[in-house]
């Protein structure tokens, strides 16, 4: 095996990169003029030529600063002088050699490889391997940012075999993968929590039969002179607390070792897409306790039963009708119809009775696109759903009333070579901490009919 560097970009690697090769593809490189053979002891000699030149620069800026401040009459003035270190600026902690542009210029493959240069270094640090000097400083930034949550004292942050907490410019496109797997997040309402555990007052109003408001507030009109009634509003809480989602994926020794730029490429998108799915799945369905509340589960949630005489395993116009009925929405915009893709062939079926027949409403010609409106509101196909027939298996909902937390230290990566080593192969983790729930606690009792809420669930039929 011999080593070369890259003078030009080659097969998916950048120029500069240094690569081990078998004799015929160090051949094939040299020969196309792509690389030159890498000599060690060369690059030390020029490396340390190099800090020693940045180290002389330091020494002379340092002396011009101090000969500057000789001039000045400062007397007995305090002169403040910081030196900070600017790699803490670059959004790809320093995995993109020579990087000067912010989270927004960096193009896809450019974080990529970042992340794959990053993947890679976790990877040889894993092995025993020295830790390079920019996987040092990233894990030192990722361990300023470990805290402990308040209260129950659990370590919120890195776990005992060590976590780096992505670069920000790789979180920003993991999170953008997996919202565009995602149904929910795109339309909630999002927090990000500098702590595990958030508690949440609001005023309460889910009760307007007895004519009062926000649980105790009472208008009325008064006589001349005649006695005022008090009266108070009721608060509530809301507790949103930080649990862990984690997504794994494997890789093996060859790809890490030869193609970090194909390992971040590959990394980012399928942990974006499986993160998104799961994170998708509890939001809709969650039980709560160690998981997110979902919005099928959400205690405001308002249940619509079949029609009379409606036959098992169908959806018709009436269970439309009524669960608009019931909807009270917050924001008209992030109203959605949410069902199973098994519900589909019922749609084309919707019709409305005149007199002995009955005429479509869903559907008039079977040569177009079938409408995926109804009463207004989009539909939103999903497999997260129960199946037609079984309770949930369409829910209108307003989505912003659903509340999604975020750690604000974002997604952290670990590895591990022990799960997958008989095959040759590396394990990386990637966990978050979110939590979700609806902020509506409870669904409003109207002053004059049935409740109302932002939730309304088909019943199974």
Known sequence: MKKVKLTKDWKGHKAGAVLELDEDTFKEVIEAKVAEEYDEALEAKMQKAQDDGAKAAADAAVKAVEAKLATLDLGNKM???????????????????????SADQLRPDEICYAFGKMAA???NAGNGKTESDILRKSRERSELLIRKAAGDGMVVGSDQEGGYLIFSAASQMLLKASLENAIVRPRASRMTLGTQILQLPYLRDDDHSSGTVFGGIHIYYDDELAEGSSSRPKLGRIELKLKKITAMGYASEEWIKWSPVSLGTWLIPRFGDAIGWKEDLSFLTGPGGAQPLGIANAPCAVSISGESGQDADTFVLENTTGMFSRLKPMKESSVVWMMNRTVF?????LNVEVGSGGAAVFTTNIGDKPGQRIWGYPIVYTEKLPILGDAGSVILTDISDYLIADD???PEIAQSIHMKFEFGQTAFRIHKYIDGQNATAKALTPYKGSDLSPVVKIAAI
């Open 345 to 349: 062939p019922q749609l084309p079926k």
């Open 79 to 101: 002169v403040h002088i910081e030196v900070r270190d600017k790699s803490d600026d670059d959004p790809t902690n320093g995995f993109l050699e020579g990087n000067t542009k």
């Open 408 to 410: 604000q230290t974002g």
């Open 121 to 123: 270094d976790i990877y």
